[in-house]
């Protein structure tokens, strides 16, 4: 009968922290982008938007295969990471989401990650699926405006290598800043980064 009791309180518990994460982020966040999606991690770990939620963080999108645009932003963001003193470092987090579903497995972003020197401390690269791929890249248009004509309708699971990389290379290079309470605040050109201004502004809205 007691071990029936502590059964059923474990349980109740963990339904409440669930809903309680799930209650962290409010319908206007940046982070229901993400809703119904499931990415992971180098580590094969799931991504919990939630658990973002009182830093400051920034997403960018890339492919690993990406020759010229994605390695030299995501250079930059190291430089601008870098540079924060250490009080920063645990203020502010980065977040790359890979475009391509396909190739860059988790393993390949760790890969690249690490030849990009990226901090793994606060920074997460994340993949997913075709379809949650596919989900954030309409809701935020990063190829245009899915209504446009010229927004691209194939399925790139279906084309081959070069056609792929073809329609990649045309996504949008924007940056994407949430606040503390998960609230999107600032989007920057990021062709090229503006270095010392990102990091100036990254730092102010840490310390709000």
Not at 10 to 38: D, H, M, R, V, W
Not at 92 to 109: A, E, G, H, R
Not at 146 to 152: I, L, M, Q, V
Not at 159 to 169: D, G, I, P, R
């Amino acid at each position: 009968m007691l071990f029936c009791n502590r059964f059923w309180m474990f349980l109740l518990f963990t339904l409440c922290c669930k809903q309680g994460i799930a209650q962290e982020i409010p319908a206007s966040s940046f982070y229901t982008n993400f809703t119904n999606t499931q990415f992971i991690d180098t580590l094969g770990k799931a991504f919990k938007p939630a658990q973002l939620i009182g830093k400051v963080a920034l997403f960018n999108f890339v492919y690993t295969k990406c020759s010229n645009v994605c390695p030299t932003q995501t250079k930059q963001l190291v430089e601008v990471y870098n540079s924060f003193p250490e009080e920063y470092q645990d203020k502010i987090v980065f977040v790359t989401v890979s475009l391509d579903s396909q190739f860059d497995k988790p393993k390949v972003l760790k890969k690249y990650a690490k030849q990009m020197k990226a901090d793994f401390k606060q920074w997460q690269f994340i993949s997913g699926s075709y379809d949650d791929i596919k989900s954030l890249q309409d809701k935020l248009f990063l190829f245009g405006n899915p209504a446009n004509p010229s927004h691209p309708k194939v399925d790139m699971t279906q084309l081959k290598t070069k056609q792929k990389e073809e329609v990649l290379k045309n996504h949008m290079t924007i940056l994407w800043v949430v606040d503390k309470k998960g609230t999107l605040i600032q989007r920057y050109s990021a062709s090229p980064i503006d270095v010392p201004r990102l990091e100036t502004e990254l730092k102010q809205i840490a310390d709000l």
